[in-house]
């Protein structure tokens, strides 16, 4: 049943991604660090990760995956209200929304940057939905990318082996329909050091009596039992709260596409919410946990692979550092 709503629907109608050349495999990690291919499958059920050289920038991969997004959608750049970058890896700390702007040429385009690490996505999906809502904008390009390659300890054994690069894209319209059909969005900023990429000040005096603090980004920190215990916890409430502001049932819903971050728990919520293993969105294993870009990749692979149909249902749920989560109940097609 479709929700009514007094100003516009929303259509999911392209989708696209774009992830670096580079590949490396849990065999390359366990050269760099004390770890081995089983354990790292075991655990995470993780094989391989891409990875951006030094010339890869964001934008590149975030403005390749929207093209094809945008193809997909059949509609062109200049059709563009409205661009939402979810990422929290810019190229530039400023944002970088609006350079992904102008390499697609979208002229008439408003672009900025949203950070909500890995739930990002399903953020920028409930953020860039209102401006569809209210009736301001008709075609909203929405992308989740992210390299935390850039980021991440690499000798750190209990980080490096989960993270990868990429991005992904939708566009979203307006339409006489609507299929954005429930989501909630949470955050708990009381857990926020069980996942940091933070900023580390020193002082630094300017003349006398006028001091700063001068730093930089450190690399990540995680506790991944914190991490691991939250995400089974948090996001199957999450996503029945979704499911019952959309008033569906789970056996409506035809595919689980959770955060890319770990086999075992997209397995255990899937448990938890009685959802069959083969309606569970998985591509983990080829490309790790890509951050804001892993729903969005996962959704064009499964989209393209011919797997999502028009008017399947999809229950989208992202997680991570803020904390913050979050679910998005919706259709795919126009
Ligand atoms: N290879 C081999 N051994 C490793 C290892 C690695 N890459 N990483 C950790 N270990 C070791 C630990 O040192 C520990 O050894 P000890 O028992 O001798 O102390 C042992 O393996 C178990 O470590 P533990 O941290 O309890 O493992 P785990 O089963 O919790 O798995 C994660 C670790 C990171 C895979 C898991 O906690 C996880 O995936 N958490 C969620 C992280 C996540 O998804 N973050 C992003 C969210 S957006």
Known sequence: MLLQHSGFGIAVTGSGSCTPQVTLDN????????????????????RY???????????DLAAEASRRAIEMARITPTDIDLIVLATSTADDLFGSASQIQYQLGATKAVAFDLTA?????????????????TGIYQNVLLIGADILSRWVNWSDRGTCILFGDGAGAVVLQASETDSL??????????QNSSLNLAYKAQPKELID??????????????????????????VPEVIEKAMFRANISVEEIDWLLLHQANQRILDAVAQRLTV?????????????????????????????????????TIAAAGFGAGLTWGAAIFKWGR
């Open 117 to 133: 690490a890995c739930s990002g996505f399903v953020f920028g999906l409930v953020t860039a939905s209102q401006f569809i809502r």
């Open 276 to 312: 069959p293993a083969e309606k569970v969105i998985s591509n983990l294993a080829n490309y790790g946990n890509t951050s804001a870009a892993s729903i969005p990749i996962a959704l064009d692979e499964a989209v393209r692979d011919g797997k999502v149909k028009t008017g399947d």
């Open 209 to 234: 009596g006028v001091s700063i603090g001068q730093g930089a980004f450190h690399p990540i920190t995680m506790n991944g039992q914190e991490i691991y215990r939250f995400a089974v916890k948090k």
């Open 181 to 190: 059909l429930g989501f909630e969005i949470r955050s708990d900023g009381t």
């Open 49 to 59: 990760r891409r990875l951006a050289d030094d010339r890869t920038s964001l934008c």
């Open 27 to 46: 065999n390359g990690l366990s050269q760099m660090v004390d770890t081995s291919d089983e354990w790292i499958v075991a655990r995470t059920g993780i």
